[in-house]
């Protein structure tokens, strides 16, 4: 048996089995954003890494060395920021073909800065390697959470509202137009690349969402609505149904998921790397979490409610009709 | 200009501008062998990452799977020792081939396990991705050090003994042995290419050595006698002599060495990942730190001297004579 046969969900398996040697110490190992960890003082550290492969998640003839550094510690932001935290510290490896022109790496590490510099983070160390093969960053970060405060992909239950903040499927329409020669205006053009190659995680967002009552279960947009509910669904124990008339989609998005004969929501579903929050709220909570949200200038959008575990993951069509949504497979969406 | 004409410390030094934004969470960022981070609590914290990549730091049909993930945290491990500190907490990222078996995944990550069991370390998260070229296995690993007791490379000063423990030139021994075919009894054989493929990290030696006073300076040796030297040179703005007589090398690793047509000053200068200790320690210290050593059955052996950062880094050498030893460059010491 191979891995094509396997998937990323079978290894995580393998993973999971006897990992946690000082149980003490740990709140929450793997299978969220991030892991939880019981500090000294009665504190909270959140810690996380992700990898980007040439290739794989970039192609060096879309994205900028600038770009490559910038999303890769980005994409860690956002998982601490799917917990309700504070980003804090990094570090960060690279393996870089001998072929690379230093100026380049220079550009790379200019990324890193500039976003490291908005969040405040510290990158503390690393370590620099020859690759035989592709371009190959991973970033470990560190960050903090009220204790008590983290939010779990586990929280939850049905009747509670389904929240995303911002838009979705703009990162999808920024791939389209890079691998495809899409027509559109330049603004929008600009606009959905820049989702794509340099993504903002919401960080304040999440910190606020995070010290808010009511807010049940958050987690960050990454892989594509559907993969995300289905993460929530299967930590909760729960069903989903989303409301597709709701969706937020900016409207020269849904033009150009037409133009490229897809539908808008296989975007929204599978498209990922939206980086935006998704999170779930008691029902009796919505009023006052709403208030807060509009005050803080946060948009944010009612895009579903939580159901039970048996109906499943599924989308209310704009036709009124009901599709389940496969705990496995994509492209279910093409309208 | 491309990377071959930089290396890593061109890197280094491109990384270690304006990366801290938040100071005051900083005790030592990039320049050791892990960042010393202020908790809450007044607790110190470690933090290091190290990258292995198929081609670079292992071949596979040299190391079995298991070893690629043994070692892989092993070396991690082995620089939270270098520091005093007692790793805790760890993520794993691997980009894996798509031919890549099953089996051979949970291979390495039994690997990992049967480390991470030795030394309690918690293995919290991870991303598992995909490699269009080789295997790449990228660990970050946090570690607990009591406040004020981490030992920095800077820590030397002129008149320290330096130190190592165990032997030197082992894991040299054994790529030779696996690269060539030479000529070894079995024992020595298994025991010099296990040294190379599943190094054993000096825990509890390092944090003895971070309890006692007059320890000075600490490094691990992954690469090489030569270059951690340097490091301490650098580091502490001092020189090293080393005496040559004094190193402490397996004495069939010396016949090896001289069956491969090398000096064993060669490995044990140049050969490196034999994940030793090495340490400074105040003249005045040496006695009460000795017997401490003694009483924990840590092999040890004074191998040199701390000396003005003028007489810069060299070895007296078996017959008397003095040799510099470059602050870049290798192979200075074939017989």
């Given at each position: 048996m191979n891995l094509s046969q396997v998937g990323e969900f079978g290894l995580i398996n393998l993973l999971n089995k006897?990992?946690?040697?000082?149980?003490?110490?740990?709140?929450a190992g793997i299978g969220d954003d991030a892991a939880v960890l019981q500090c000294p003082g009665d504190c909270w550290q959140l810690f996380t890494t992700d990898m980007m492969v040439e290739g794989i998640h970039f192609r060096l003839d879309w994205s900028a060395y600038f770009d490559v550094g910038y999303k890769a510690l980005a994409v860690n932001i956002s998982d601490i920021a799917a917990m309700g935290g504070r980003p804090s510290h990094g570090v960060v490896s690279i393996a870089i073909p001998?072929?690379?022109r230093v100026e380049d790496v220079a550009e790379l590490y200019r990324g890193l800065k500039e976003i490291a510099g908005k969040h405040k983070v510290n990158l503390v160390g690393g370590d620099t390697v020859k690759s035989p093969g592709p371009l190959v960053v991973n970033i470990a970060l560190l960050g903090e959470v009220t204790a008590g405060r983290a939010v779990f992909r586990s929280g939850a239950r049905p009747g509670d509202t389904i929240y995303t903040t911002g838009n979705l499927g703009t990162a999808a329409a920024g791939l389209y137009l890079l691998s495809q020669n899409g027509v559109c205006p330049p603004e929008l053009r600009d606009r959905v690349i820049r989702a794509h190659l340099r993504p903002e995680p919401r960080v304040s967002e999440g910190i606020l969402l995070g010290s808010l009552e009511g807010v049940a279960a958050l987690d960050d947009n990454s892989d594509g609505l559907a993969a995300e509910l289905r993460e929530i669904c299967r930590a909760s124990s729960v069903g989903c149904l989303v409301w597709e008339k709701a969706l937020p989609v900016l409207p020269g998005v849904r033009q150009l998921a037409s133009q490229a004969g897809t539908g808008v929501l296989d975007w929204v579903m599978n498209g990922g790397e939206d980086y935006e929050l998704l999170f779930t709220l008691r029902p009796d909570r919505r009023k006052p979490v709403e208030e807060a949200l509009h005050e803080a200038g946060i948009p944010f959008t009612a895009i579903g409610v939580v159901v039970p575990e048996p109906e499943g993951l599924s989308v209310e069509r704009c036709d009124g009709t009901r599709e389940i949504i496969a705990m496995q497979g994509y492209n279910h969406f093409a309208e």
């Open positions: 006897k990992m946690i040697h000082s149980p003490a110490g740990v709140i001998g072929h690379t």
